[in-house]
């Protein structure tokens, strides 16, 4: 279970849109975090932080 969260870490670190759409599907989320990271990258990695570990 600690290698789980672990591996979502660095996800979510290095490309947040994955670690979203492996925690929620394709869905509002997803779309957020897409917008977020190609607008601005550190809100992005944030929200899919927020996301992940909610």
Do not use: R
């Not at 996800?11 to 947040?16: D, H, M, V, W």
């Amino acid at each position: 279970m600690k290698d789980n969260k672990i591996i979502m870490l660095i996800l979510c670190l290095l490309l947040p849109p994955v670690a979203v759409f492996l925690k929620s599907g394709v869905g509002t989320p997803l779309i957020i975090n897409i917008i977020l990271c190609i607008f601005f990258y550190v809100p992005g990695i944030v929200h899919a932080l927020w996301v992940s570990f909610k």
